[in-house]
Each structure stands twice: as structure tokens, then as C-alpha cells.
Nanobody, 125 residues
Framework: VQLQASGGGLVQPGGSLRLSCAASGGTFADYVVGWFRQAPGKGREFVAAIRVNSRHTYYADSVKGRFTTSRDNAKKSVYLQMNSLKPEDTAVYSC???????????????????WGQGTLVTVSS
């Protein structure tokens, strides 16, 4: 499966953005999808993950209550709605997918086999 993240941009603190992760190839509905971000000079950080049935989602403590991930398997897309953005949310956001990942590894980037190019989110006044 090939992935492409989009929707990044410049937003003021307190604002919102919606990122999209579009997939092609493969049976997308079989994949767990994770969102990760990497700020300048820092390592990759888990943001959120969503299971194939959409009923189970997982979030980093730093974004819980502000970010929501969802998916539309018919459109082969996963979304990350980001509200109440803070300057520390500035990063390149990437989506990743795996068919074989187990729940205990959702927060680990090494557990995902497929990665898309990231999209830059800048939160600044």
C-alpha cells in the first residue's frame, strides 16, 4: 500500500487543521494506520492510531482531547483533525500503515511497514 499525507500548513495558536492520509493499492480496510510527527531537531513521536474497524483509537497524552483520528475505508483515507493547536505541535506529520501490527506496538514507529511522505504543520502567530 502507498500512502500520502496532505493538509498541512501554517496556522495560528488555537487554530485547527485537518490532515488526510490517502492510500492506494492493497486492501486498505485491513490496515492499522498510525500518525507520527517529527519536530525540527527531534525524534519521531507517536501521535495517534486507528484500528481497522474505527471503533478503537489511541492517542499520545500530548494530543489527547485536542486531536481526533478517523477513517473512511471506502475512500481509502484516514484523517487527523487537530484542534487547539499549540506551537509545540509544529512538526512534519506522517501516516503509516501495517497489517500485522499488534496493539502493544501501535505507538512504535518500527512496527509499521508502510510510510507516506509527511506534511508540514507550522503553528505560529
Amino acid at each position: 500500500v502507498q500512502l500520502q499525507a496532505s493538509g498541512g500548513g501554517l496556522v495560528q495558536p488555537g487554530g485547527s487543521l485537518r490532515l488526510s492520509c490517502a492510500a492506494s493499492g492493497g486492501t486498505f480496510a485491513d490496515y492499522v494506520v498510525g500518525w507520527f510527527r517529527q519536530a525540527p531537531g527531534k525524534g519521531r513521536e507517536f501521535v495517534a492510531a486507528i484500528r481497522v474497524n474505527s471503533r478503537h483509537t489511541y492517542y499520545a497524552d500530548s494530543v489527547k482531547g485536542r486531536f481526533t483520528t478517523s477513517r473512511d475505508n471506502a475512500k481509502k483515507s484516514v484523517y487527523l483533525q487537530m484542534n487547539s493547536l499549540k506551537p509545540e505541535d509544529t512538526a512534519v506529520y506522517s501516516c503509516a500503515a501495517s497489517r500485522t501490527i499488534i496493539v502493544s506496538s501501535y505507538r512504535s514507529d518500527w512496527a509499521y511497514q508502510y510510510w507516506g511522505q509527511g506534511t508540514l504543520v507550522t503553528v505560529s502567530s
